[in-house]
T-cell receptor
Framework: EPEVTQTPSHQVTQMGQEVILRCVPISNHLYFYWYRQILGQKVEFLVSFYNNEISEKSEIFDDQFSVERPDGSNFTLKIRSTKLEDSAMYFC????????????FGPGTRLTVT | GQQLNQSPQSMFIQEGEDVSMNCTSSSIFNTWLWYKQDPGEGPVLLIALYKAGELTSNGRLTAQFGITRKDSFLNISASIPSDVGIYFCAGPSNTGNQFYFGTGTSLTVIP
């Protein structure tokens, strides 16, 4: 069964450093999402992406964050200058079409900012 | 953003018991989704509801779309140890480009 993959599974970085989290969507999916989940808390929407541009973003997704699909397969989330409060699980999710709501989530990247 | 509140926050039940949990919102949703998250993994979609009043089953799971469109319920019958996890409700924004997740219900099943 096709699945969303994410790399790395765990990233440790120092405050102020840039990180890039990578996601490989399911091959025929067109809609891509990033979510964040701080330990023990709910899943929070960050951004949605379609047709090489951002569709919608939350207030969490400030100027420190950016997304792109550099090579037509990977979907990346970049955090320019990490802060301690960026420590969380980051999940990528993908969807085949807008009308359906069946998002498929990746296993997540645990980001630890020290 | 939209606030989705789930109750109870956590449940400890004996294997074989039935479970009920609910999700309420201050705003109307046109779709309700229920996800399960196992420790260290991403959420997995369990059930999707698209119409007010709709009752949908997936094996031992049954979910209902409240008629006010501001709530939804999930029931698990005859719980088993692998039901352990966190259950989240979720709903899309009007554009369908953003999804709001509930606060989660943590389920522990005691064998």
């Amino acid at each position: 069964e096709p699945e969303v993959t994410q790399t790395p599974s765990h990233q440790v970085t120092q405050m102020g450093q840039e990180v890039i989290l990578r996601c490989v969507p399911i091959s025929n999916h067109l809609y891509f999402y990033w979510y964040r989940q701080i330990l023990g808390q709910k899943v929070e929407f960050l951004v949605s992406f379609y047709n090489n541009e951002i569709s919608e973003k939350s207030e969490i997704f400030d100027d420190q964050f950016s997304v792109e699909r550099p090579d037509g397969s990977n979907f990346t989330l970049k955090i320019r200058s990490t802060k301690l409060e960026d420590s969380a699980m980051y999940f990528c999710a993908t969807k085949f079409r807008l009308q359906g709501h069946e998002q498929y989530f990746g296993p997540g990247t645990r980001l630890t900012v020290t | 953003g939209q606030q989705l509140n789930q109750s109870p926050q956590s449940m400890f039940i004996q294997e074989g018991e039935d479970v009920s949990m609910n999700c309420t919102s201050s705003s109307i949703f046109n779709t309700w989704l229920w996800y399960k998250q196992d420790p260290g993994e991403g959420p997995v979609l369990l059930i999707a509801l698209y119409k007010a009043g709709e009752l949908t089953s997936n094996g031992r799971l049954t979910a209902q779309f409240g008629i006010t469109r501001k709530d939804s319920f999930l029931n698990i019958s005859a719980s088993i140890p692998s039901d352990v996890g966190i259950y989240f409700c979720a709903g899309p924004s009007n554009t369908g480009n953003q999804f709001y997740f509930g606060t989660g219900t943590s389920l522990t099943v005691i064998p």
